[in-house]
């Protein structure tokens, strides 16, 4: 035990609905560090002075969330490689000189997740298919072709959007007509929603699963319901199904170990406590 108390906290507008602060300090309070992770309200307009202002308070760096990802990275003084090609951040750090790296680390706790629930699962067995191309988009299908994936499959309702990011990201992403989705859906292997489709107070997600090959793996962005229709009926389709949750968790953990010093367990026991906050 040092005599400093370590700092970091999470960015958004709004911020009150966050479960990082419970995540985090489930991990705090389970190795006994000295610290606090805090939620931080910050509007669009203050957020260049308060990433200034952080590391002179004391903090090791912060998350960022909507709708500040990607004026995060543009404010950065380093950039990593996975976030340059993402074209946001998430995890921001700050080094002993106060300047500020910039990271995106929901591709990996995307991939984590998946590995943990479906432990047979590889990437490169067969396309993808990405639903939506939001913000969340770009990392995922960043992170299936890093693994390996031959192709993915990226269906949008609003086709500039998918071409923007096919454009970003190469010649293996394959643009689909959001109607069509049910014919593809044979296909693939792993399919993924990234859009907001589904979660509580949004519109639901209609997909025709019946062409869906049983074993193919469904994951879902959404765990507000943790098991949203698309999972219940990709479940029922025979579908091998991973909920969102587990990504939350997962992309927290580099950024813990790089402001914390300790590199957490993402278990049922950290799930049981974000779920039950």
């Excluded at 192709?151 to 190469?170: D, F």
């Excluded at 993924?192 to 994951?219: C, E, F, K, W, Y």
């Amino acid at each position: 035990m040092s005599n400093q108390v370590l700092l970091a906290g999470v960015i958004g507008d709004p911020i009150a609905h966050s479960k990082s602060p419970a995540l985090h300090g489930h991990w705090l309070r389970r190795y006994g560090i000295e610290g606090y992770y805090v939620p931080l309200h910050v509007t669009h307009e203050n957020l260049p002075k308060v990433l200034k202002t952080l590391p002179k308070m004391g903090f090791k760096g912060v998350n960022v969330t909507i709708p500040h990802k990607e004026q995060a990275l543009s404010l950065a003084d380093s950039v990593t490689d996975r976030a340059a090609l993402i074209g946001a951040a998430n995890t921001l750090t700050y080094t002993s000189s106060g300047t500020m790296q910039a990271d995106n680390t929901d591709g990996v706790g995307f991939i984590a997740n998946i590995r943990q629930a479906v432990p047979d699962w590889v990437a490169g067995t067969g396309p993808a298919m990405v639903l939506g191309a939001g913000g969340a988009s770009r990392a995922i299908l960043s992170a299936l072709l890093s693994e390996g994936a031959p192709r993915v499959i990226l269906a949008n309702r609003t086709r500039a959007r998918a071409e923007a990011l096919r454009e970003k990201l190469g010649a293996r992403v394959e643009l689909l007509d959001w109607h069509r989705i049910a014919d593809a859906l044979s296909e693939v292997h792993t399919v993924v929603n990234t859009t907001s489709l589904g979660m509580t107070g949004s519109q639901p997600l209609h997909i025709d699963l019946s062409r869906v090959r049983p074993g193919t793996v469904a994951a879902d962005l959404v765990y507000t319901p943790l098991m949203t229709d698309f999972l219940l009926n990709a479940e029922a389709a025979g579908c091998r199904v991973v909920d969102g949750l587990g990504m939350l968790l997962h992309q927290a953990a580099p950024g813990f170990e790089r402001w914390f010093g300790k590199r957490p367990v993402v278990d049922e026991e950290l799930r049981q406590a974000v779920l039950a906050s």
